[in-house]
Every structure is written in structure tokens, then in C-alpha cells.
């Protein structure tokens, strides 16, 4: 094996033979057998036997082989392959030639959460996905078709042999420095639970309370105690923690990240803290997620519009977290 990578819940190794094996979770395809079945041991894949495949690279739920040509092959979950330039893009679950990139030599791949880069043999960076995380400045705009990174946010170098990708953000090495170039989403923390990073499924990220929490625990001694809305009112209804409007969310699948969350239901507002909770001690899965939102009509938007909607292909359930039970008098 000269060449291993693992994606959120998949893995994929080059062999001597350069061929690419692949297992682990098959959501969207993104082991590239054709289907979308999980595989618990090694299998060769066979769209790519004799492409000579010298590097892979995986994100959560997309996968991407580079081969000594410098051809960049891509597999999984739409939204981030690059293909767009072809026409809408779909989940590919055969890996599938990234078009865009056959005029350049390509010398080593990276994939994050929603994104990929690439470096070429002359030093240029390409990159498509999700545009805030890869260093373009139309922050509104998720163009996936492969664009290279401006000079400017790269600090008017060529870049680099060594480019690092995370979930939200790529850094490299300036040629000319010791220092490092980084662009992305500086504010998206990631936080996992302590059972899913001794099981190795995920990197252990700083520890905070879900996204966008503090380190400190000035709220420890204030738990339990919430700010009901229309004290006066006999109906029941929903009920501010200390912190904000808290929605929770059931139903989530084994394979989803906090990035799949907050990309889901970032659209109704913005999101204070995110936690989500993959259990598996019982030999089955029980996904659940609380979102905090910074008002009462962000968060109802978001149940809205979730309640009943589908998140890698699971029906998810959606409602309030706290509620106010009404007055004593009227529950007699």
C-alpha cells in the first residue's frame, strides 16, 4: 500500500499494482463499485483498473483518484465532484473523469467536507465546491466546476507541494517562508462525541460544546432553567433555553456529519451552537442533532420546512427542544 486514505465512514488504499480498493459506508456511491452498499472488507475498483492510480483522497461522502498522468477521477456525493461543467450534476457511483482538468497535469488531490483541490505540476491551485471554504471571494456562490485559486488570496505566489485540506478550509506552505497560507470558514469548529473518536470514524476536533459553543462553562450552574415565552398564557408552546431557541432533530443517518446538518438547516437563520450525537453502544444507531438558533422565528422556519424532509436519504424529524407545559390550572 503506498497511498491510504479515510473519508467520515469509508477508506480507500492504492496497491502496488496501482490499483484502488475501496470500503466502508457506500452512502452515494462513494466507494465507486456502482451501487450504494456498504463493504466490510478491501474491494479492488474495477472502473479503475489500469489507470494506473498513484493518490487517493476522500471527504465524508465523495472520493477522488489521481493517476500518473495526472488525471483526476471523482465519485460520490454531488455537489462537490466537479463535473458541473458537463451539465447538472448527479451522484456518481462509478468514478467519473474530471473534464475541466484534462488540459492540465495535476501532481497531488485533496478533498474536504463540500470541496476539492488540486495542485498542478506547475504549481498552480484548481479548486470546486463549496466556494467559502476554497479561497474565492463570492461568498454567496458554490460554483462546482474546478477554478484556480486567485493569485492574490494565495499571497501573489505559486503555490505548493504540500496543500492540506480540512473539512472547511485549505492551507499550504508559501515557497518563499515558513508561514502558511490558509482560506476557508475560520468559525466552523467542528466537535464530535468521545465514543465516535475512539472508534477512529472521525478526527477529534477542539473540544467545545458543538458548533459555535465556548470553552469556558459559565451556563454549568444555570442548567435546567428556561425563559418561558407569554408566562400569562394558558397554552402550551415552545420555550427558550438559557442560550436560545433550540430545535431537535431525530432520524439523522449513521454516516452524516455536523457539516451535513448546519448546510441543511443554515438557510432559515444563523446557528449559535450544533450537536450531534451518533450512538452506537447499543449495536444500532440512534442519530439526533439540537440546533440553536438566535430567534424564535429562525427556528420555527427551520422545523417548518425539515420537519418531514430527507437528509442522506433519511426521513428526518424535526420540532422543538423545550416547550412550556401551560399554566397549572389549565392542565386540571
Known sequence: IFSLACGGHHTAAVGEQCQVMTWGGGAFGKLGHGNRLAQTTPKVVIALQGKRVVQVALGPHHSAALTQRGEVFTWGQAGRLGHASQGAEVDEMLPRPVAALSHVAVAQISCGHSHCAVVTETGDVWAWGSARTYGHTEQGAYPNVP???KASTLHNSKMWNQNRIGFNHASGPKPDSTASSFFG???????????VAEEGARPAGR???????????????KAGKFERLDDDDDET??????????????????????DDIFEAFSEYGDIKNLHLNLDRRTGFVKGYAFIEYENKQEADAAIKAMDGNTLLDHKLDV?????KPGSKKKRR
Do not use: C, L
Request: proline share 2%.
Open 319 to 323: 420540532s422543538w427542544a423545550f416547550a
Open 147 to 149: 477554478t484556480m485559486i
Open 207 to 221: 473540544r467545545m460544546k458543538g458548533r459555535g459553543g465556548e470553552e469556558d462553562d459559565r451556563y454549568a450552574g
Open 185 to 195: 470558514d475560520p468559525t466552523m469548529d467542528v466537535d464530535y462525541d468521545d465514543e
Open 237 to 258: 408552546g415552545a420555550a427558550r433555553s438559557i442560550e436560545g431557541w433550540v430545535v431537535i432533530v431525530s432520524g439523522v443517518h449513521e454516516e452524516a456529519q455536523e
